[in-house]
């Protein structure tokens, strides 16, 4: 069995603490692989067969169809019908194809829940694409064959958001003040077999294909400090009887606890080891 694809070596052209340093979560980038890490990628990925792709998708597959007399509409296929909708020249979304090897290697890069990370493939036919939009993941995308055409924010419109939006539509009340007045300028990407592109949350890109495309994407629904904070330091302080106490004496009617668990929490945060257990309890446990 080859060695699983390292993110380190894919990120090598320009250099895994640059990305960190310069790109994570700030501003978008593009360049080509190195070919035997390329190479790689596909061997992983295996056979780009729209059935077997279908059946194997763990989160399902969608068709999504739009042209100038349907609007864009997004219809549930499976292994079944998938190749009837590619054939008419709809766009189709394999939603978390089990690929544990390279998911969980960008994980551990990240330093993030393995359970939030996953894979997922397009198939674009000609002329196909997307309106502009931004999302709420961080997402790398590999392009596998033929080309695409992306046009990508330098940084992006909001800050990570909690959630996504296609431009033009209503935002959702999550991102009520949060959208920068002035949309920053967008780069134009041609994406051809073997170029990565690492698109941050938040930041608006649009895509079209010129001839039909295969493209990998590697996506982090991300765990946001508020999720470990939310999460884990719940799963931690209901070991403890004070904390699942019931809730009362707030007003000055009865004695308040409040101010010795507070204090409590000061001191638990403050020991660096009871810190590091707490995110990795946090990284290891799955959660929603």
Same mark, same amino acid.
């Given at each position: 069995?080859? +060695? ?7 990120? +090598? ?11 994570? $979560?700030?501003r ?16 992983? #990925? ?5 059935? *077997? ?17 349907? +609007? ?9 019908? +998938? *190749?009837q ?14 690929? &544990? ?6 994980a551990?890069?990240?330093g %993030?829940?393995?359970q ?5 493939l397009?198939?674009? &036919? ?14 790398f995308?590999?392009?596998?064959t @033929?080309?695409?055409?992306?046009? #990508?924010g330098?940084t992006?419109?909001?800050? /990570?958001?909690?959630? @996504?939006?296609?431009?033009? $539509? ?23 077999? @073997? ?19 295969? /493209? ?5 629904? &991300? ?24 809730? /009362?004496?707030?007003?000055?009617? %009865? ?21 590091? /257990? ?7 446990? &799955?959660?929603?």
């Amino acid at each position: 069995m080859t +060695a699983a694809p390292d993110p380190r070596r894919l990120l +090598a052209p320009i250099g895994a603490e640059r990305f960190l340093a310069d790109h994570w $979560q700030k501003r978008m980038v593009s360049f080509p692989l190195a070919a035997d890490e390329f190479a790689a990628i596909q061997a992983e #990925v295996g056979p780009l067969d729209v059935t *077997s792709l279908a059946a194997s998708a763990q989160e399902g597959a969608q068709a999504w169809i739009a042209n100038q007399y349907v +609007a864009h509409s997004v219809v549930p296929v499976d292994a079944t019908n +998938a *190749s009837q909708f590619a054939a008419i020249g709809a766009t189709l979304y394999f939603v978390n194809v089990p690929l &544990p090897r390279l998911t969980d290697a960008f994980a551990d890069f990240l330093g %993030a829940p393995r359970q939030k990370v996953i894979a997922s493939l397009f198939l674009t &036919p000609p002329a196909g694409g997307a309106s502009p939009h931004f999302d709420k993941n961080e997402n790398f995308t590999i392009q596998l064959t @033929g080309a695409k055409r992306w046009h #990508v924010g330098e940084t992006p419109m909001v800050a /990570s958001p909690p959630d @996504g939006l296609i431009l033009g $539509q209503t935002p959702p009340p999550s991102l009520a003040g949060l959208l920068a007045a002035k949309e920053p300028p967008r780069r134009t990407v041609e994406m051809r077999p @073997g170029t990565l592109l690492y698109v941050p949350r938040g930041t608006v890109h649009a895509t079209e294909a010129g001839e039909q495309s295969w /493209s990998l994407n590697i996506s982090y629904s &991300p765990a946001m400090w508020l999720d470990l904070m939310r999460v884990g330091l719940r799963r931690r302080l209901a070991r403890s009887e004070r904390w699942r106490g019931t809730v /009362s004496g707030v007003g000055g009617m %009865a004695a308040c606890p409040l101010p010795e668990l507070v204090a409590e929490l000061r001191e638990m945060l403050a020991d660096a080891r009871e810190v590091e /257990s707490l995110a990795r309890d946090f990284l290891e446990q &799955p959660y929603d």
